[in-house]
């Protein structure tokens, strides 16, 4: 099995686990899947990049602010407006001039661009929240944080050596049977400032 947008690599998840042979790959890509996909859930945002350009439409927050999904490169950037508000988007604007993205330098920084701020045009904002702005871009995250792949090889491990621990039992102690926590609290910590509440 191949890893598809996998935040972390079967050589990190095989470091970690001190797997020195190849019998268990197809398990362990299965892990860091599962494990990448689970962390795009709990984050609310996906890390990886889109292969092309796709549009989405957005309604602005106001005359001045449109906040949109994980933007990871100004190349293929593309902001449209419907300015006759019948959902054809036939005004290009002009960035710089028209609408600047933002956080300024942030991609600079490896951070995303999360929304488009109108410059000398105002964005049309309507009672209904009608989405007037289409953006398209190559959605996703410039590269995968750092944070993020630990927590994905973190979690990939807990994953894999879930097979060690049928119905939820790691073993036996002093005080009786020992069983896998819910979550893992590393994991946990490691994303939390990537986490997104709201907007995806």
């Known amino acids: 099995m191949a890893i598809t947008n996998g935040y972390c690599t079967r050589a ?17 890509d299965r892990a860091i899947n599962a494990a990448s996909r689970q962390i795009d859930g709990r984050c609310g945002r996906r890390f990886y990049v889109d292969g092309s350009a796709t549009a989405r439409t957005y309604a602005p927050i106001n005359g001045y602010l449109v906040a949109v999904d994980d933007i990871s490169t ?26 600047q993205s933002e956080p300024l330098n942030c991609l600079v920084q490896g951070n995303p661009i999360t929304q488009i701020r109108a410059l000398d045009a105002n964005f049309y904002v309507q009672a209904d929240s009608r989405a007037t702005v289409q953006v398209t871009a190559k959605w996703g995250w410039p590269s995968v944080p750092v944070a993020i792949a630990e927590a994905t090889a973190l979690l990939s491990a807990r994953i894999f050596k879930r097979y060690d621990s049928p119905l939820g039992v790691a073993g036996f102690g002093d005080l009786g049977a020992i069983t896998v926590r819910r979550l893992d609290p590393d994991v946990e910590q490691l994303i939390a400032p990537y986490r997104l509440f709201g907007l995806i």
């Not at 990190?12 to 362990?28: C, F, K």
């Not at 293929?76 to 290009?92: E, H, P, Q, Y």
Request: glycine content about 6%; overall charge negative; aromatic content about 4%.
């Open 74 to 99: 100004t190349t293929g950037l593309i902001v449209k407006s419907d300015t006759g508000l019948d959902g054809t988007f036939a005004t290009t604007l002009v960035v710089s001039t028209d609408y």
């Open 12 to 28: 990190n998840l095989t470091d970690q686990l001190r797997i020195t042979d190849n019998i268990d790959d197809n398990v362990l």
